[in-house]
């Protein structure tokens, strides 16, 4: 089974432009979660989705948003890039989306770099 | 490959040695914890989890043990070897019973560094 994909792997982009970065979750897993990794906070939680819609976020600003599809597919975009946003941005699936005992799978990542 | 955390703690072991690896959590409610192992150039992977109502679980090579008297969370690594050279994440979910979205809480993580 293919595990979670994400594209693309390296981005590099320029302060005030957008992004979008994708995640392919494991064949039957409807929970995507964001995630942003720095090395001065760590991992932190963005959002999550399950069945289209957000169920939970983070304490990120607006400028953060993210979306799912019907095949589960997820997408987050980033608006008006500030040189703060760089960081390595992991996308996680699971079976479901709930607080008992589950597997979250993590991608690769990508990383920003926002100069 | 990423550099996950430019000034972890580390812990260095011998290949062969057990290894303890430490976690003070933060929310007395938190009902449920991970552990994760992120080598470098990767995403987090699941080592072993357990839940609030257990004080340790065993896994393959794995001990996870929760102190919830002093929110304490430890990783035991047996007979560690040098593919066990990574950063260690544990993380709290707070999910509670509501059956629906789940938000994890992660530590700042510990390097495994295995010597030879």
């Known amino acids: 089974k293919a595990g979670v994909t994400q594209t693309p792997r390296y981005l590099i982009k320029t302060r005030g432009q957008q992004v979008t970065l994708s995640c392919s979750p494991i064949?039957?897993?409807?929970?995507v979660s964001w995630y942003q990794q720095t090395p001065g906070q760590g991992l932190q939680f963005l959002f999550e989705y399950f069945s289209e819609t957000q169920r939970n976020k983070g304490n990120f600003p607006g400028r953060f948003s993210g979306r799912q599809f019907s095949n589960s597919r997820s997408e987050m975009n980033v608006s008006t890039l500030e040189l703060g946003d760089s960081a390595l941005y992991l996308c996680?699936?699971?079976?479901?989306?709930?607080?008992?005992?589950?597997?979250?799978?993590f991608g690769p990542g990508t990383r920003l770099t926002v100069t | 490959g990423e550099s996950v955390g430019l000034h972890l703690p580390t812990l260095s072991v011998q290949e062969g040695d057990n290894s303890i690896i430490n976690c003070a959590y933060s929310n007395s409610a938190s009902d449920y914890f991970i552990w994760y192992k992120q080598e470098s150039g990767k995403g987090p992977q699941f080592i072993i989890d357990i839940r609030s109502n257990m004080d340790k679980r065993q896994g393959q090579r794995v001990t996870v043990l929760l102190n919830k008297t002093v929110k304490h969370l430890s990783l035991q690594i047996a007979a560690t070897q040098p593919g066990d050279s990574a950063v260690y994440f544990c993380?709290?979910?707070?999910?509670?019973?509501?059956?629906?979205?789940?938000?994890?809480?992660f530590g700042t993580g510990t390097r495994l560094q295995v010597t030879l």
């Open positions: 064949s039957g897993h409807r929970s």
């Open positions: 996680a699936s699971s079976l479901r989306s709930g607080p008992v005992r589950y597997e979250q799978y």
């Open positions: 993380a709290e979910n707070m999910g509670g019973n509501t059956g629906t979205a789940s938000k994890l809480t």
